[in-house]
């Protein structure tokens, strides 16, 4: 069975450009939601035990929309916590600066490009920097669709523009979440790491490999009894 991966910072972290309710919300419950929902799709499309990725891309494949949208939602939001650390982390450096640089003149560019993209994009969806073969690009995604099925572009960092995602802390202003998340919370580090990766200098983002139910007890015996990680587990 998948799990539901433990956020990679406290929960009230990303205060208060992200809230604490918010988090609690995102992913206590809808992220959750999307796990609890694959857990129980795909042993009906005979992928139980396979990597998550391979469930997403098999899902689409097989044109099992219920699968796939709840696949790849879990997927995408596991990449999303990942994507963020507290405020005062360091901006791009080394290689993914000068990649940024030459795609898109520096990162005010970037910045101007990724916000508009996840502002302009109508409706529910991801806000993304992938690279490729032509270098970096800014692009979104509708609703669960994900990075995983598409040929030639691999992911560095994304953002969540559904409006659960924002909503109790920004209310309908889209456009000034997408700034303070990246003036604050965008985790270069792990972008850097994408890109590495995505030329075979290193391992990208992968989901957690599904567990037994023994396995999955033992894990959450490291949390307290809210569900949030303890200090220092």
Known sequence: ????????????????????????????????????????????????????????????????????????????HAFFWRSMRPAGGKGPSGDL??????????LDELRDAFVAEGAGHFGSGWAWLVTGSDGLKVISTHDADDTLIKDGIYPLIVCDVWEHAYYLDHKNDRKRFLERWFDNLADWDFAAEQLAAAGSRGEGFRYPPPVDDASKAAAVKGKDKSGERRAGA
């Open 1 to 76: 069975m998948y799990v539901l991966p433990d956020l990679p910072y406290p929960v009230d972290a990303l205060a208060p450009f992200i809230s604490a309710d918010t988090m609690r919300t995102h992913h206590g419950k809808h992220h959750k939601t999307y796990v609890d929902k694959t857990n129980d799709l795909a042993p009906k499309a005979g992928l139980a035990g396979r990597p998550l990725e391979d469930v997403v891309r098999e899902a689409h494949r097989k044109g099992d929309k219920p699968l796939f949208n709840n696949a790849a939602q879990a997927w995408n």
């Open 97 to 106: 600066e000068a990649a940024i640089e030459s795609a898109f003149g520096g």
